[in-house]
């Protein structure tokens, strides 16, 4: 069943605000409504940009269960090493984590995402060539992204219920598209800047200093794309495993944290 989302979105309720104060202030200065108008695009803009937002669409950044519990994340794959090399890790920490996969490297490692699966890990769609514009398209572009993705992971026995948008930038024109094709949005509350593991050095220091209380933890499972290597990238994310432990955090799957399905 498709997803349903409210019929007024804060972003749609904020516009029509801002669009009758700007119609009335018109009247005795046409400069300040043009003023207010742009502030709110502005703000439109700058909202984009930040993940845990909830401006245009039900987003889901974390849970809320109040216990000492985290799901693992792992954007841009599957690739190869890399990909398995991580879900050997897992399985040495009993941890189970979704994969936010593109579209593209999926085509190329269909075996990877059944291993993902048979493994007892989950997937989710993160569009089909992971463009970190996306959001900047149009609503046809980005339909054909979301929509192609889908339906290969389909063909391939997966059904996504949930879409990550690429660098977690969110659009007004997604809640149509995930609606349309019965999403939810789901993003990430820890994060360490990594870039797509193009800054992977004190990766596992970094997750670990902000680490929460139903934390949504966004990691990369491609290779990394600076001076470190794959062995330097599987043993930070061996310290982030065991360092959740040591902190006192289970590690469980994503459905269980957000309490809902997501395959």
């Not at 600076?226 to 432990?245: A, H, M, P, R, T």
């Not at 006192?248 to 799957?253: L, T």
Request: proline share 6%.
């Amino acid at each position: 069943m498709k997803n349903k989302l409210s019929l007024a979105s804060p972003a749609q309720i904020t516009g029509i605000i801002f669009l009758s104060v700007a119609t009335v202030v018109f009247f005795f200065s046409p400069l300040l409504a043009a003023a207010i108008a742009l502030f709110y695009i502005i703000l439109c803009v700058t909202i984009s940009f930040f993940p845990q937002s909830s401006f245009y669409l039900p987003v889901i950044s974390h849970g809320s269960s109040g216990k000492n519990l985290v799901a693992l994340t792992f954007d841009d794959g599957p690739t190869d090493p890399t990909t398995r090399q991580i879900l050997t890790l897992l399985d040495k920490y009993s941890a189970k984590a979704t994969f936010f996969v593109s579209g593209m490297n999926a085509s190329k490692h269909p075996e990877i995402i059944n291993e993902i699966i048979a493994r007892g890990h989950s997937i989710g769609n993160h569009s089909f060539h992971h463009n970190p514009f996306l959001m900047l398209g149009s609503y046809n572009y980005l339909y054909e992204e979301i929509f192609r993705a889908q339906g290969l992971l389909r063909m391939m026995g997966v059904n996504p219920l949930v879409f990550r948008p690429p660098v977690g930038i969110i659009s007004p024109k997604l809640p149509v598209v995930l609606n349309k094709l019965g999403l939810f949005c789901v993003t990430f509350s820890c994060y360490a800047s990594d870039a797509g593991n193009r800054f992977i050095k004190n990766l596992s220091s970094k997750i670990l200093k902000k680490v929460k209380a139903d934390n949504i933890i966004l990691l990369h499972d491609v290779p990394p794309r600076g001076k470190e290597d794959n062995n330097f990238l599987l043993s930070e994310i061996e310290k982030i495993l065991q360092g959740l432990v040591d902190k006192g955090f289970k590690i469980v799957p994503l459905s269980d944290l957000i309490g809902r399905e997501i395959n």
